[in-house]
């Protein structure tokens, strides 16, 4: 069983930065890819960024460089640094777990970003 919490969410003014964290837990050990989405009121969940547990990463285009996912495999935990956030990244972003080759998607709980004045 694996066990996906996110921390760091909040409310920030434009062109502020904020820091997502989180952490995963269980029989993790095999080659993995974790991940950051977000869902906006009425909007679909979409893929913020990625990154392999060999530290591989992936970007959604809608992020323009502002976004920098990373890696600290012996706490197995993964972070977004978000920078010149703006009104349209507000939304609740939620971290993903899988194995590769493995379908099976572990959700956390999401966490709400706000960016407003």
């Known amino acids: 069983q694996v066990h996906v919490v996110e921390s760091g969410g909040g409310l920030v003014q434009p062109g502020g930065s904020l820091r997502l964290s989180c952490a995963a837990s269980g029989s993790i050990s095999r080659l993995n890819v974790m991940g950051w989405y977000r869902q906006a009121p009425g909007e679909q969940r979409e893929l913020v960024a990625t990154i392999t547990s060999r530290g591989i990463p992936n970007y959604a285009e809608s992020i323009e460089g502002r976004f920098t996912i990373s890696r600290d495999n012996a706490n197995n935990t993964v972070y977004l640094q978000m920078n010149s956030l703006k009104p349209a990244d507000t939304a609740v972003y939620y971290c993903?777990?899988?194995?590769?080759?493995?379908?099976?998607?572990?959700w956390g709980q999401g966490t709400q970003v706000t960016v407003s004045s």
């Open positions: 993903n777990f899988r194995f590769l080759y493995e379908t099976d998607y572990y």
